[in-house]
């Protein structure tokens, strides 16, 4: 019609079909522990330590690769991870739980580098995303699990969910910010659908014992 090659478009009066929401994809806790267990058995504590910050901060994989090692404080019962520039130039302090500051703390201990970067490599005294992405497809390939930088930050936001954690809370920790310093509450709505296994248990809910 816009071509002018037919007088009317016959289907201009049809209502669009509802198509569900893609659920944003993440691992189940078996999944993560499946993980984790692969990477200790053929990884090395850089591995571990990288994997271990994006399935428990949240952090885009960008945002991992420009980690410095000012950016990191840890004390013996808290610790921090700051993201000077994060999507959209934002800045954000995301808080570390036990496991990734235990992992952190073996890998600084363990770091021989004068980099002023977190992570190397061996040609680079700064990790590239690609360089990370490449780590995880080993993973998957040796797991069979679907392990992404994205998979992994869906996962902590899922997880913080699955706790009932207020959504403004989720979405500052997620780095879901507008340019006035307030929470983008529908990004971090994502979080809380339910996945095919969140669907699987319910109906199973239903089964007679």
């Known amino acids: 019609m816009e071509q002018g090659l037919a007088p009317d478009n016959p289907c201009a009066n049809v209502d669009n079909v509802t198509v569900q929401q893609e659920v944003p994809k993440w691992l189940s806790r078996n999944e993560q522990n499946a993980l984790i267990r692969a990477v200790r ?43 000077q520039n994060g999507k959209g130039g934002k800045y954000r302090e995301v808080p570390l739980k036990l496991d990734a500051r235990k992992s952190l703390e073996d890998y600084l201990k363990e770091r021989k580098t004068d980099s002023l970067y977190l992570f190397t490599t061996q040609r680079s005294p700064k990790m590239t995303a690609r360089a990370v992405q490449y780590m995880l497809e080993k993973y998957q390939k040796l797991t069979g699990i679907d392990v992404t930088p994205h998979t992994l930050r869906h996962s902590f936001g899922h997880e913080l969910a699955v706790r009932k954690i207020p959504l403004d ?30 669907l699987a248990r319910a109906v199973e809910e239903l089964s007679w014992r």
């Open 41 to 83: 058995k053929h990884g090395n504590l850089r591995e571990l330590t990288i994997i271990t910050l994006l399935l428990h901060t949240g952090l885009r994989v960008q945002e991992l690769c420009d980690i410095r090692i000012i950016d990191v404080e840890l004390s013996d019962r808290k610790g921090k991870i700051i993201v």
């Open 169 to 198: 809370v989720i979405a500052r920790l997620m780095g879901h910010m507008k340019n006035d310093g307030t929470s983008r509450l529908m990004m971090a709505i994502r979080y809380t659908m339910p996945g095919e296994d969140d």
